[in-house]
């Protein structure tokens, strides 16, 4: 039997067209819920009744709690760094910043311990939900290579690592600092990152 799951892991029954202003109302549902109650007591009913919509619906679009939450926080998954081309550093500084900038957000903050677990639970579900960043980490691959033609990066330095360490960084900086990571943050950590610590 075919499934009606697409590769994104969101539901649509057959020959129903996705009606936005019912995706838009069940984002900011779970959004405003997720600020005000926590990922652990977010439920698909409680989005669903505060979205005026049904768990049907929500279920036709996103195929579990995790998948719907980590749209509602990540509403616009990045495609590409918008710094101009050619200065490595300071597409290092633009990653950093951009990072702090999603995770300081209170629905981001409420929904990535829970939404961290599920997703690593679920190797399915991982792999879903990292799609949504293939152009971003595309973008980075391709700045790298320019970078290591032009002679300002090691040919060694592998992309996904240099995402992980930026988003590692920023995510334990929360985690020690709370809400204060602020542009000296940034730029400390971008020099780090650039320029390393060894003399």
């Known amino acids: ?5 697409p590769a994104d892991g969101k539901v649509q029954a057959a020959g129903r067209p996705r009606d936005p ?3 838009a109302a069940i984002l900011r549902a779970a959004a405003d819920l997720l600020a005000e109650v926590g990922y652990s007591n977010l439920t698909m009913a409680a989005v669903a009744e505060r979205a005026g919509t049904t768990k049907t619906a929500l279920y036709r ?5 995790a998948e719907l939450v980590h749209e509602a ?3 616009a998954a990045p495609t ?6 050619g200065d490595i550093a300071a597409d290092v500084r633009a990653m950093i910043g951009a990072a702090r900038d999603t995770f300081t957000t209170p ?20 792999a879903r939900v990292m799609e949504r960043f293939v152009d971003l980490f595309g973008a980075v691959r391709t700045r790298l290579a320019d ?3 032009r002679g300002e990066v090691h040919a060694d330095v592998d992309p996904d690592r240099l995402i992980e360490v930026i988003g590692g960084a920023t995510m334990l900086g929360l985690l020690l600092r709370g809400r204060s990571l602020d542009d000296e943050w940034v730029e400390q950590t971008s020099a780090i990152v650039t320029r390393g610590v060894v003399a």
Do not use: C, E, Y
Request: proline share 9%; glycine share 2%; hydrophobic share 55%.
């Open 21 to 23: 202003r019912i995706d």
């Open 61 to 65: 679009r996103w195929s579990s709690k």
């Open 107 to 126: 629905v981001v903050r409420a929904a990535l311990p829970g939404l961290i677990a599920d997703v690593a639970a679920d190797p399915a579900l991982n």
């Open 73 to 75: 926080a990540f509403p």
């Open 80 to 85: 590409a760094l918008t710094t101009p081309a």
């Open 147 to 149: 970078a290591v033609a």
């Open 1 to 5: 039997m075919k499934s009606d799951t």
